[in-house]
Structure formats: structure tokens, C-alpha cells
């Protein structure tokens, strides 16, 4: 079997890097996803396996549906322990930068990001920018544990994989690709998948791990949500959730309870086009998903201070929850006229 392998200059850095065992600390974006904590946690497992110190370093605490991942209790987040996240990165030889491309993406921990003396960019977003000394950028990949995996096998170090990486870096192939329905999803994924399922993965204890830990309170959530909270705009081929804050509290919400929410507007027939703006204390965070050639990460650039993949990018705004939907519904007809179906 054949894989696509990872660009072989960044790989001979890489390798020269590591050439001696090394302190490395791992950093990934703020509310890390199932793909940022699959990549620093598999990375860990794989690094610690080839002789190196590793910390997984995170700017603040994941939603509790990635806490079963094998090491995930061992991160250090700065949300909890901000002095030990900045020494964790201060006291590292290399600092692994996954599943992000601008410093700004780690929040509280930019500071000490920017002065780091060796970074090295694994990640899969549109733009990257340049501040790092070994880069790895693919926005193709559909996830940036597929890149991983490819940089481990370009290194030679398939002896490294063992059942907890495999299981870390599988868990972010899933999330990412929607468990392989993505467009993003390739023959390359799924032999991926299977080389990481070679190396221990039980998939059936993951998938149930991701999707089968709900809280009752959380699928109540979601039929208010899909009930009450949804509006579906057939002309322009777009649904839209919104959130505030006195609704998550009366469903006593938990950080990641409305992951994948924004995936039932997308999944009406017609639809292209899924948005959902959720109340925060102090901002209202904004998700698009779409179908198609709809790009979303440019429109999220230009209006929402954010950004992210063609169908599926984030941002925020410091507007009222009602006047930053009011501001998306008057962008929408312009958008959506100018990418037709
Ligand atoms: P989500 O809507 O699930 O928060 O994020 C969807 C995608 O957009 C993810 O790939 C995520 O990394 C990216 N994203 C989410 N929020 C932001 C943001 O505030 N800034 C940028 N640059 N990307 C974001
Ligand atoms: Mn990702």
C-alpha cells in the first residue's frame, strides 16, 4: 500500500530537531476540537515513544466529550494553571504549534508562543502565517492528525504508533472529517484510518466515547434548539441558530454541549448555507458550515473576525446576539447570489 507522504524538506528539519532527545512542548488553538487534541495527545504518545520529554500545553480546558482521550488528563490548561502553561512552553527546546496558523489562535498564551525560539507549524487551515521555523501546511489534509500520521510514517517511526496514539490520532479524523463524510474525506483518510485501526484502535469504543456520552440535559438542548431556535430561509437556502445565553442556562449547558448543532441546519434538504450565533459573557461566537463552493472562511473573515476551512470556519463579534444575526441576514442575499449553486 502506498500513502502520499509528507513533503520531505520540513521532514529532514523535523528529523534534524529531534536528532537528540529533546524537551518538546505541544500547543494547540483555543477551545480545542476533537483534531487539536487528537494531534497534540497522538503526538505526545508518539514523541514520549521516541525518547523525548513531552507536555501538552492548552489554552483552556476541552469540553468534557475529549477528556476519555488516553493522556488528555496530563495537559496542562491555562484556564486552570496559566504560571504552569507559560514554564511548560518557556522550559521547551521545540514548541509544536497543531491545528492552528496565526498566534493569536492560543489566546492568553501568544505571549509566550511568540517568544519561543523554535516553532514548528503542523496544521491544515487556510493562511497560514509565517512565524514558524518548520513548517507543515496542507489545506487539503481533511484533518491535521492525517498529517501526523503522514509526517511519522515519512519519519520512519511506525514503531512509535502504538494502540494510544493510534486511538488519539483517530479520534481527530473522525471529528474532523464527520466521521468520514466531509469533502475533505479521501481514499488517503480512509487508508489512514486504517493503518492507525492496524496499530489498536478499537473503533466502536471511540465512536461510542465521541457520540454516545450525552447528558440528558444536552438532547433536551437540542430539541429546544432545533424547535424553538431555528430559523429556515428556503429563498436563500439557509437555516440559522441562535443561542443566548438565558436559553443555554436554563438547559444547564456544558462547554461543547452544542457541537455539531450547526450540522442540523446543513442537513435540511436545500439548505447550503447552516449559521449559529451562540451568546457568550462577553462576545457572540458565530459558526458556518455550507456545501459545496460555498466558501465560508473568507465571509467569516471579512465580517466576523475569524476564519477557517471553505465549508466550515468560525468567528466572533462583540454586537448584541440580536444585532449580529440582524447584520448576517442583511449580508446574506449579496452572498449567496454571488456563489450560486
Ligand atoms: P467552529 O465553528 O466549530 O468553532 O470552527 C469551525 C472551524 O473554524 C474550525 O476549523 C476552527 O478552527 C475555525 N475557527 C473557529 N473559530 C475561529 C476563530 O475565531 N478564528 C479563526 N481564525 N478560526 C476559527
Ligand atoms: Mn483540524
Known amino acids: 500500500m502506498s500513502y502520499p507522504s509528507a513533503p520531505s524538506e520540513p521532514v529532514e528539519s523535523l ?12 500547543v494547540t488553538h483555543y477551545n480545542p476540537d476533537g483534531d487539536a487534541m487528537g494531534s497534540a495527545l497522538g503526538l505526545m504518545h ?3 515513544a521516541a525518547g523525548h520529554s513531552v507536555v501538552v500545553v492548552l489554552p483552556n480546558t476541552p469540553p468534557g466529550f475529549l477528556h476519555w482521550l488516553p493522556g488528555a488528563k496530563e495537559a496542562i490548561a491555562a484556564d486552570r494553571d496559566k504560571a504552569g502553561a ?35 507549524l503542523i496544521d491544515h487551515h487556510q493562511d497560514a502565517s509565517d512565524f514558524t521555523s518548520i513548517t507543515f501546511t496542507d489545506t487539503e489534509a481533511c484533518a491535521t492528525c492525517q498529517m501526523i500520521a503522514d509526517i511519522v510514517r515519512a519519519l520512519g517511526w511506525e514503531g512509535h504508533v502504538g494502540a494510544e496514539a493510534a486511538t488519539c490520532l483517530y479520534a481527530g479524523i473522525v471529528t474532523d472529517s464527520g466521521s468520514f463524510r466531509f469533502g475533505s474525506t479521501t481514499a488517503h483518510t480512509m487508508r489512514t484510518a486504517a493503518w492507525l485501526m492496524e496499530r489498536g484502535v478499537r473503533i466502536t469504543q471511540v465512536h461510542e466515547s465521541i457520540l454516545d456520552d450525552n447528558r440528558a440535559s444536552r438532547l433536551k438542548l437540542l430539541g429546544f434548539t432545533l424547535n424553538d431556535r431555528m430559523d429556515v430561509l428556503p429563498d436563500l437556502a439557509t437555516a440559522i441558530i441562535s443561542l443566548s445565553l438565558a436559553d443555554l442556562r436554563r438547559f444547564d449547558y456544558q462547554p461543547g454541549d452544542t457541537e455539531g448543532f450547526v450540522n442540523y441546519g446543513l442537513s435540511i434538504r436545500g439548505i447550503r448555507l447552516a449559521a449559529l450565533f451562540m451568546e457568550r459573557p462577553d462576545m457572540v461566537k458565530v459558526s458556518l458550515r455550507s456545501k459545496g463552493g460555498l466558501g465560508v472562511d473568507r465571509f467569516v473573515q471579512e465580517h466576523f473576525n475569524g476564519g477557517g476551512h471553505r465549508n466550515a470556519a468560525g468567528g466572533q463579534t462583540k454586537e448584541s446576539l440580536a444585532d449580529a444575526v440582524a447584520r448576517f441576514r442583511s449580508l446574506l442575499p449579496a452572498f449567496i447570489e454571488s456563489n450560486p449553486a
Open 15 to 26: 528529523r534534524a530537531a529531534l536528532s537528540g532527545p529533546r524537551r518538546c512542548a505541544i
Open 46 to 48: 508518539v514523541l514520549r
Open 86 to 120: 507559560i514554564a511548560a512552553i518557556r522550559e521547551s527546546d521545540l514548541l509544536f504549534c497543531l491545528d492552528f496558523n496565526r498566534p493569536d489562535r492560543v489566546a492568553g498564551l501568544e505571549d509566550a508562543l511568540r517568544a519561543h525560539p523554535f516553532r514548528i
